[in-house]
């Protein structure tokens, strides 16, 4: 199956840049009409937050790799009826790409510029997240050992980082969404009050992977993930924490749900 033959309508690709357009308009006719450097600030707020505005509620799951994160956010999605985004997918995919045209992962130049000029269409089939990279749908590969072993150097190249966030960002345009990552929370949609942080200790975390049958250096990544320049793993100041190492999902999305519903979201699950 190719991109093209997508329905366009499932496509967020360019969801919410008619919105961008009108609020730089704005902005244009108000340097026009008022050269005042703080008018034109207070309308660039009003801009920037209709632009926040416009999106759907979000709950973010962030946390280290195998925490649970992603059998957490999709069963979750589930029971909100929400769209279910792995922004993890997303660097895999670059990352495989990248590996595929036998680029060095740690050639941040190369890796930039064939991530720019990739095709990644990226859609929603019923209410999970799917990708597209130069019309091949990646989703075997993702979890190759070489793209485990190579993921944390791609997604610390920002310009990597800001195709992803602006794909992760358009899915919100439209959709209500459980999006899982690493900077879900802290970066990409700071302004959500439904932030969590999943945890789970290191040996539940190891036995978790190799039960998967992967080969996956997760304390590196870790490690590479919390310490890199760009949108770090952090733990947001407002994210509840939930440690997943004694729990079953069940009993994780269930706490989930506990505390949306404390926090006042609807939920009918
Ligand atoms: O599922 P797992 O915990 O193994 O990781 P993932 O969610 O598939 O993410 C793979 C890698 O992508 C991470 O190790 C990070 O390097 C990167 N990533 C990121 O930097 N930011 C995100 N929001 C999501 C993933």
Request: proline residues 3%.
């Given at each position: 199956?190719?991109?093209?033959?997508l329905?366009?309508?499932?496509d967020?690709?360019?969801?919410?840049?008619?919105?961008?357009?009108?609020?730089?308009?704005?902005?244009?006719q108000?340097?026009?009409?008022?050269?005042?450097?703080?008018?034109?600030?207070?309308?660039?707020?009003?801009?920037?937050?209709?632009?926040?505005?416009?999106?759907?509620?979000?709950?973010?799951?962030?946390?280290?790799?195998?925490s649970?994160?992603?059998?957490?956010?999709?069963?979750?999605?589930?029971?909100?009826?929400?769209?279910?985004?792995?922004?993890?997918?997303i660097?895999?995919?670059?990352?495989?790409?990248?590996?595929?045209?036998?680029?060095?992962?740690?050639?941040?130049?190369?890796?930039?510029?064939?991530?720019?000029?990739?095709?990644?269409?990226?859609?929603?089939?019923?209410?999970?997240?799917?990708?597209?990279?130069?019309?091949?749908?990646?989703?075997?590969?993702?979890?190759?050992?070489?793209?485990?072993?190579?993921?944390?150097r791609?997604?610390?190249?920002?310009?990597?980082?800001?195709i992803?966030?602006?794909?992760?960002?358009?899915?919100?345009?439209?959709?209500?969404?459980?999006?899982?990552?690493?900077?879900?929370?802290?970066?990409?949609?700071?302004?959500?009050?439904?932030?969590?942080?999943?945890?789970?200790?290191?040996?539940?975390?190891?036995?978790?992977?190799?039960?998967?049958?992967?080969?996956?250096?997760?304390?590196?990544r870790?490690?590479?993930?919390?310490?890199?320049l760009?949108?770090?793993?952090?733990?947001?100041?407002?994210?509840?924490?939930?440690?997943?190492?004694?729990?079953?999902?069940?009993?994780?999305?269930?706490?989930?749900?506990?505390?949306?519903?404390?926090?006042?979201?609807?939920?009918?699950?």
């Open positions: 199956m190719v991109a093209a033959s329905p366009a309508a499932l967020p690709a360019t969801a919410g840049e008619g919105r961008a357009k009108r609020g730089a308009e704005l902005i244009k108000h340097r026009f009409a008022s050269p005042s450097g703080r008018r034109l600030q207070l309308i660039r707020v009003v801009f920037m937050s209709s632009n926040r505005q416009s999106f759907h509620r979000v709950v973010a799951i962030d946390g280290p790799a195998a649970g994160k992603s059998s957490v956010a999709r069963e979750l999605a589930q029971r909100l009826g929400f769209a279910h985004v792995n922004s993890g997918a660097y895999r995919a670059i990352t495989w790409h990248i590996l595929q045209k036998g680029i060095d992962a740690g050639d941040s130049d190369r890796v930039t510029q064939t991530a720019e000029s990739a095709e990644i269409t990226c859609y929603l089939q019923d209410n999970e997240a799917h990708i597209f990279i130069d019309n091949v749908d990646p989703t075997d590969y993702l979890r190759e050992d070489r793209v485990n072993e190579s993921v944390s791609v997604s610390s190249v920002p310009r990597v980082r800001r992803v966030e602006h794909k992760t960002r358009e899915y919100a345009r439209s959709h209500d969404v459980v999006m899982e990552g690493r900077d879900i929370g802290s970066v990409v949609f700071p302004d959500t009050p439904y932030k969590f942080y999943i945890v789970a200790s290191r040996e539940v975390r190891l036995r978790r992977r190799a039960a998967q049958g992967q080969r996956d250096e997760i304390t590196m870790d490690h590479a993930d919390s310490s890199r760009v949108s770090p793993l952090v733990l947001a100041k407002d994210a509840h924490v939930i440690d997943t190492s004694h729990l079953t999902i069940e009993g994780v999305v269930s706490e989930v749900v506990a505390r949306l519903k404390e926090m006042g979201l609807k939920v009918s699950a």
